[in-house]
């Protein structure tokens, strides 16, 4: 069995109550929608339905609030892939859990995937990425464990480029997100509910398919 729940999770981020929750995935719909910049703490607190200062009681400042959102999205990874790992099965028959999980994860926090994706790069922006950085690095460290354990035990290729994993899998699911229009028409797709089983059934079997080829082929 592995253990590999990040240390972080220890060092005591913030605690996290229904109303803080609330305020989160307000200010997420609208950061994703507006930006962060077209995004006011007093917008935040009318559609939360919750005090301004409040929220301010609570995050401090609309960065704050930013960087508490990354943290919120990122910090239970660790422990969600320990329960794939811990449970009885094959590397391959984990890596097809690995996956559902990913792409559900991915599919849930697209909005905040698009908020990192634009702030991230802003060297104008004074948002504290620190903390969300060690936790992706504890992150990627966890699969590259996985992956050794996998080549140590004849299951996956010695020849793998373990930091593209997980670029390969939001490269893929985003991609489609991203150009959902097209994909509609091109696959006949009418409606959100038709895109979520798309997502869940047919796009996550073909990253399956193409992780694991990865994971094994030998050149």
Known sequence: ??????????????????????????????????????????QISKKAGINIAMISYYF??????????????????GSEFDSIVSDKGTYLEKIDAFIEMMVKRIHQNRRTHKIVSFEYSNPFREINFEVYENYKKENFNIVANFVKNGQEQGEFSKNINVQMIIPTILGTYFHFYYNKNFYQNLLDISNESEIEHYVHNQLTQHIKQTIKALLTYEE
Not at 60 to 77: C, P, Q, T, V, W
């Open 60 to 77: 401090g400042s609309k960065k704050k609030l930013l960087e508490a959102l990354l943290i919120y999205r990122i910090s239970d990874f």
């Open 1 to 42: 069995m592995f253990n590999f729940v990040p240390v972080l999770l220890q060092v005591g981020v913030m605690k996290l109550n229904e109303k803080k929750i609330q305020i989160l995935l307000t200010a997420e719909k609208l950061f994703a929608d507006n930006g962060f910049d077209g995004t006011t703490i007093r």
